[in-house]
């Protein structure tokens, strides 16, 4: 039984996002329908999920996959495009490729490998994968490094492999503005990171930056998608 409140106050935070989005979208000169929202329902239930897919709600983004899997298979009647956006441990590849249309936080060719091989064996269609950009170079928080010393997490390298893979696509780029850095530096520089691998893969489009705290200043720089949680569903309770 779906609760009434809860669809309610999901209805208007919803509403609240997506006027945000709106209100930047024309600071920016921008058209609303180039941004996707993507819902990021992380410790939240599926039952959540489905009453924000009954809103509207087309994208949703998990960052753990045992809790992805299981909303994903619950929620298997409905439409929704399943988004990966946490850490991925190699062996999570198998699992998260049944049930993830985007896999956004991909950071090192060992795991590019690894989606590659597992989306050829249980995929019948390509993965779209978004290569994570780490913007200070802080390699514990995810993300490959602009000109990093490692090859494995080198950006350019690791945008190479994964546009060289049969079974993966190359979507774009994905980052998390480092939390001391003021959002507008954070986003800037991932719009020049993002032109300069454009130059090399025209069809890598997809810019995905911007949560509840900063997603204005992702919308001025050219995000294409936002992942919103708290503004949405509220606060976790869980640092995660
Ligand atoms: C949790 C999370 C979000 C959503 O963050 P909010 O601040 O709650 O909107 C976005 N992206 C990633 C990678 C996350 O882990």
């Avoid at 921008?30 to 039952?47: F, G, H, I, M, N």
């Avoid at 913007?135 to 090859?151: H, N, Q, T």
């Avoid at 994964?162 to 696509?169: D, I, K, N, P």
């Avoid at 020049?192 to 810019?207: I, Y």
Wanted: proline share 4%; charged share 25%; glycine share 10%.
């Amino acid at each position: 039984m779906a609760d009434t409140g809860r669809r309610a106050q999901l209805a208007a935070s919803l509403d609240e996002v997506r006027e945000r989005i709106a209100r930047a979208c024309t600071a920016a000169g921008r058209d609303p329908s180039e941004v996707t929202l993507v819902a990021v329902t992380k410790t939240y239930p599926a039952d959540d999920v489905r009453l924000l897919a009954g809103l509207g709600v087309t994208d949703v983004g998990e960052n753990k996959d045992q809790e992805a899997s299981g909303k994903a298979a619950e929620l298997s009647d409905l439409p929704l495009r399943w988004h990966f956006v946490g850490q991925l441990q190699r062996n999570k590849a198998r699992s998260v490729v049944t049930y993830a249309e985007v896999v956004e936080s991909v950071d090192s060719r060992r795991l590019a490998r690894a989606l590659d091989g597992a989306a050829g064996r249980h995929r019948d269609r390509p993965l779209d994968v978004l290569v994570q950009v780490s913007l200070d170079g802080d390699l514990a928080r995810g993300g490959a490094v602009p000109g990093g010393i490692e090859a494995e997490r080198d950006l350019w390298q690791v945008a190479d492999a994964v546009a060289g893979s049969a079974h993966l696509r190359l979507g774009g780029v994905m980052t998390v503005a480092p939390p001391s850095w003021h959002p507008d530096l954070a986003f800037e520089k991932l719009a020049e990171v993002r032109a300069r691998l454009l130059s090399g893969h025209p069809d890598a489009t997809v810019v995905s930056a911007g949560m509840s705290g900063d997603l204005e200043s992702a919308i001025v720089h050219g995000a294409t998608h936002v992942r919103i949680g708290t503004s949405l569903l509220g606060m976790r309770n869980k640092l995660r």
